[in-house]
């Protein structure tokens, strides 16, 4: 619900956030059917009943509209897996609890979650919707680092850096050719035991 002191959206502003909306909507929808790579920029026009010069007007690609898509469901997944992180045992069941709903999403569909890994790594970080995304990996590693000073033995320091190492072991499985027939579960495991090793080293 909107605060009282917060004024509300002109009508202008209105209209851009529904535009907005119907894109993702339509984005994410045609995405998750047929994959990014059999998607075209005038479909999603089309479903979200809009013109091609609109529609790059919120994203200036076919690859940055899945940025805008998939950063939504990242920041579900991460909200979801910071809940459960907060009341683990142990570093390696926190740290854990946190990368199942992250490996869920990115594997929603498979090729989808590869080609968003592969912007974030190789896109314009000065385009807005892949900003987002490396905010939501810093995200992610802030928490990491949180749960590995839990008991005191890092340092702030050794903990960032274990925390970047930790979301790289991530990625790579989550992008590896190697798990593209793999279930969630196995991902999950593969990730959790390259974990146990970091966390023991």
Known sequence: MRSPDTAPLG???RNKQQKLDRITAAADELFG???VDEVTT??????????TGTLFLYARSKAELLLLVQNTH???AIDAGLRAAASATSPLDAVMALVEPVVECNRR?????RTYLRELIFGDPEEPHHA????LIQR?????VEILQRDGRLSAADAALLARTISAAM????ASPVHLHSTNQQVYDDIREQVRVLLRA
Do not use: H, K, M, P
């Open 11 to 13: 009508r202008r502003e």
């Open 109 to 113: 569909q498979i090729e989808n979650g």
């Open 42 to 51: 005038q479909q999603i026009a089309d479903a979200a009943d809009i013109g």
């Open 140 to 144: 992610v590693d802030t928490a990491y």
């Open 33 to 35: 059917r047929f994959g």
């Open 74 to 76: 990242y920041a579900e």
């Open 171 to 174: 990625f790579v499985s989550l």
């Open 132 to 135: 987002v995304g490396l905010e």
